[in-house]
């Protein structure tokens, strides 16, 4: 059983800083992918940023340049580095694992999200 557990969302005021974090449990043997998802009140969820294995870096338009993903494969874990943080920030976030190995195959799995907000 995998299980992803994310942490570090809270209130932060604009112009601020804030690092998520989302660690994997369970007998894994790899992660190909990790990504970062948020949800606004109103809004489609959308794709924040995404790491592969070999280090590739995605970002959606609206965080490049403020936000950094980053992954440390020993722990399972995925980061997500948040600067100069606007109100629009403002959502839940869920973070995702993809081409997750285990002895039962390959799956995907999904973060139960934490909530961020920014102040103005």
């Known amino acids: 059983q995998v299980q992803l557990v994310e942490s570090g969302g809270g209130l932060v005021q604009a112009g601020g800083s804030l690092r998520l974090s989302c660690a994997a449990s369970?007998?894994?043997?790899?992660?190909a992918a990790w990504g970062w998802h948020r949800q606004a009140p109103g809004k489609q969820r959308e794709l924040v940023?995404?790491?592969?294995?070999?280090?590739?870096?995605n970002y959606a338009d609206s965080v490049k340049g403020r936000f950094t993903i980053s992954r440390d494969n020993a722990k399972n874990t995925v980061y997500l580095q948040m600067n100069s943080l606007k109100p629009e920030d403002t959502a839940v976030y869920y973070c995702t694992a993809d081409g997750v190995q285990t002895t039962l195959g390959r799956s995907a799995y999904w973060g139960q999200g934490t909530q961020f907000t920014v102040s103005s």
């Open positions: 940023a995404d790491i592969t294995n070999g280090g590739y870096r």
């Open positions: 369970g007998s894994i043997f790899s992660i």
